[in-house]
């Protein structure tokens, strides 16, 4: 199976990744790290859209996962937590290739009062396939 990895490449979310590969897929990394250095403008503009609720995709990442989706013609979208990723691109996968299989891995709590920056998560949810 073809699968897009879309999540942080370091941690649990890498371990997840690395068992698709030894389980015999073929999976097609997408880090969700920002890529700017603590303390860049780039990184302070991030924590700052966090915290007022609306994340922002500072490093293009919508665009980078349609690329990769058409560029690989993966068989699921696998999305690890997914805060910055809009339901106009969900929308999209769908629209281009209506046999992918959208998934949401999500260990953290988005409801909880405390949490910022799930807006988009929250907006995304009724358009995955299937989230655990």
């Known amino acids: ?5 879309v999540g942080p490449l370091f941690g649990v979310c890498e371990q997840r990744r690395v068992i698709f590969e030894e389980l015999g897929h073929n999976v097609f990394p997408i880090d969700t790290n920002i890529a700017s250095k603590r303390l860049s403008p780039k990184w302070l503009i991030s924590k700052l859209s966090d915290r007022i609720g609306y994340p922002l995709d500072l490093d293009g990442l919508n665009k980078k996962i349609l690329a990769e989706c058409q560029r690989s013609q993966v068989d699921i979208v696998w999305i690890d937590k997914g805060q910055m990723i ?3 691109t969900l929308k999209s996968i769908k629209a281009l ?14 409801f909880c009062p405390i949490q910022w920056g799930w807006w988009w998560f929250k907006k995304c949810i009724p358009l ?5």
Do not use: A, E, T
Request: aromatic content about 18%.
């Open 97 to 110: 290739m209506p046999h992918v299989q959208v998934v949401n891995f999500n260990p953290d709590d988005p």
């Open 128 to 132: 995955y396939d299937l989230c655990f």
């Open 86 to 88: 809009y339901p106009r």
């Open 1 to 5: 199976m073809r699968i897009l990895y």
